[in-house]
């Protein structure tokens, strides 16, 4: 079946821009993350979507970061007034409610900010 | 101090042998453990699980050690194919977000 799938896959902007980055989860999947990944680093949680609970953003770097996810299914990350620090790689996943560990990760998005 | 903790690498091992990578947690609540693996400029894939007991899977065997904290992955007979990142990671976060050490480089040489 479909995976994670992501989009853009890769996105170019100028610092102080706003940028939404997309995710699409596998269908059924309860839980949605976003995490990121800066060059040589480990990955980063940001936030994670559980059903209709209310998200917990205990990662979100920043007030410049926030995420939806509509009918829960779609997620958009969207970072205002966009820092090149911000330039990382945008890794969604997705899991089963309860399976822990087996997280579904999708391509990510690169992001530059010049 | 890293939640999760791991030696970066590289190790550059030549086919055939066996290679083992370590890894070490902070928190002592944690309860689940995993490895992923981590191809050049793709996303992490789960590559199995690490149970109290110890599991292996094929030429992978894991192992964790909960008085010590530390985890550890052995490879034995190494591929070409086995090279790659490998991501300790451990769930301590919210609703099982995972918490991800920077990962191990392995290249494996002719």
């Known amino acids: 079946g479909a995976g994670v799938s992501q989009s853009p896959s890769n996105k170019v902007t100028e610092k102080g821009k706003d940028v939404e980055l997309r995710c699409d989860p596998i269908s059924g999947h309860t839980a949605l993350y976003w995490y990121r990944q800066r060059l040589g680093q480990g990955l980063e949680f940001l936030i994670y979507?559980?059903?209709?609970?209310?998200?917990?953003k205990s990662g979100l770097p920043s007030d410049r970061f926030s995420a939806e996810r509509t009918g829960g299914s779609v997620s958009t990350l969207t970072i205002q007034r966009t820092q090149q620090e911000d330039s990382a790689v945008y890794l969604c996943?997705?899991?089963?409610?309860?399976?822990?560990?087996?997280?579904?990760f999708g391509p990510g998005t690169r992001l530059t900010v010049t | 101090r890293k939640e999760v903790e791991q030696d970066p690498g590289p190790f550059n091992v030549p086919e055939g042998a066996t290679v083992a990578f370590n890894c070490t947690y902070s928190n002592s609540a944690s309860q689940s453990f995993f490895w992923y693996r981590q191809d050049c400029r793709k996303e992490p894939k789960l590559l199995m699980s690490v149970y109290s007991s110890g599991n292996e899977d094929g030429r992978f065997t894991a192992q964790l050690n909960r008085a010590s904290q530390y985890i550890s992955l052995l490879i034995r007979d190494s591929k070409l194919s086995d090279s790659a990142t490998y991501l300790c990671v451990v769930i301590g976060g919210p609703g099982y977000a995972l918490n991800f050490g920077k990962g191990t480089s392995l290249l494996v040489t002719p």
């Open positions: 996943a997705s899991s089963v409610e309860g399976t822990g560990g087996e997280q579904y």
């Open positions: 979507f559980q059903g209709n609970s209310a998200p917990d």
